[in-house]
């Protein structure tokens, strides 16, 4: 029988896993935070969907992430019945949560919590040399239950709208900083931003290439070397020139609680697509000036010696062909 009892109006529950009775038991504290990891991508949780499902976005698992910079978020990771890919969310601010992943399991233990990131506040080490493989004694466990009613207690939801960009994946620009695009230095600014204002969400979409994915855009790069721009290139591989759409997102914002937001972005499509859906309003824009056509001080993390000639061209296509909103800098407009 599994032991329940109560303690500052949560239920605790030892060992209460519910398995399928062809799976055995899990006999250890390791066992069992095991198989709590592999339940999280059961199948059962979100099944692929046909042409006419509705769309399914749900939250899986969340977990802290400290940053370099000495500040920290928390990274809220996607699945969803669309597509295959794991989107995310960089969270900024400990009022935000998502209610795909706070919904309550079956039968579910504060430990089920802790793994999958449901719990509030922060973490406490609470596990010593002794206890690393075995199960918690029950004054860990009563220390876990007193913390995290302590915690959820102490959370008050989103009151205002925060900084919300909306980011395609760029693997040249964000890990190999490529100074073909300026996909890297938004990334880093939407981050200072944010965890200067102490509040705000990134849904970081796997739209690599808007959406062609990797390989195709290396080969757009390789036209681009012919002279191509970046529209004509894709148009050329028989893609559309940008074919995303931000449903996913527009799901991901609204399970975060969000009903307004201050969106950082050039790009009008987003902003159009994100209130056609209508659950998101846009309460204000702000532009994501690229560093080397602004006037303040160059970023830490900004090279000198970026070549300029080559972001300035897919910075204008931008602004001419794709309707992004910025100011062309007198020094690139056509003589
Ligand atoms: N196909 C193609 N994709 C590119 C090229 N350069 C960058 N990208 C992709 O463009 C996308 C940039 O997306 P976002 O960072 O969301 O930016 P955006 O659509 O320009 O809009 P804002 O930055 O919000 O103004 C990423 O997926 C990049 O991988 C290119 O030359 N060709």
């Known amino acids: 029988m599994p ?12 060992d209460t896993v519910k398995l399928p009775s ?11 935070v095991k198989f709590m990891s592999n339940q999280l991508y059961s199948p059962k949780a979100i099944t692929p969907a046909l042409q006419q499902d509705k769309l399914d976005v749900q939250c899986q698992v969340r977990a802290r992430i400290p940053t370099m910079e ?22 900024y601010g400990d009022d935000i949560r998502s209610s795909s992943l706070d919904k309550t399991w079956e039968n579910e233990t504060i430990m089920n919590r802790v793994v999958r990131g449901a719990y509030y506040g922060r973490l406490e080490e609470i596990i010593t040399d002794e206890t690393q493989y075995t199960q918690l004694n029950a004054k860990q466990w009563a220390r876990l239950a007193q913390q995290q009613a302590i ?25 190999v900083h490529s100074a073909r695009c300026d996909c890297g230095e938004q990334l880093d600014e939407a981050m200072r931003l944010m965890q200067q ?15 062609i994915g990797l390989l195709e855009k290396l080969k757009a790069y390789n036209l681009q070397d012919l002279g191509h721009d970046t529209v004509a290139a894709n148009l050329l591989l028989d893609h559309p020139a940008d074919g995303r759409t931000y449903d996913i997102a527009n799901d991901i914002l609204k399970d975060l609680g969000l009903s307004e937001v201050r969106l950082l972005t050039n790009n009008p499509d987003k902003i159009e697509q994100l209130e056609a ?16 056509w602004s006037s303040s001080p160059p970023l830490s993390h900004t ?7 080559e972001l300035d061209r897919y910075l204008a296509v931008k602004v001419t062909k794709m309707r992004h909103m910025l100011d062309l800098p007198t020094s690139i407009l056509p003589q």
């Open 3 to 14: 032991a329940v009892f109560t303690l500052f109006g949560m239920n605790v529950v030892h």
């Open 22 to 32: 062809s799976l055995p038991r899990p006999t250890s504290y390791k066992e069992y």
């Open 70 to 91: 000495g500040g920290e978020m928390h990274l809220f990771l996607y699945k969803n019945n669309k597509d295959t890919k794991e989107h995310m969310a960089i969270v």
């Open 151 to 175: 915690a959820k207690e102490a959370w008050r939801p989103v009151s205002e709208a925060p900084l919300v960009r909306i980011h395609s994946e760029c693997f040249t620009g964000e890990t």
């Open 197 to 211: 204002a102490g509040r705000g969400v990134i849904v970081y979409l796997r739209q690599e290439g808007r959406g």
């Open 277 to 292: 859906f209508g659950d998101i309003k846009v309460v204000d824009r702000k532009s994501m000036v690229p560093q080397s």
């Open 303 to 309: 090279p000198q010696s970026t070549p300029k000639k």
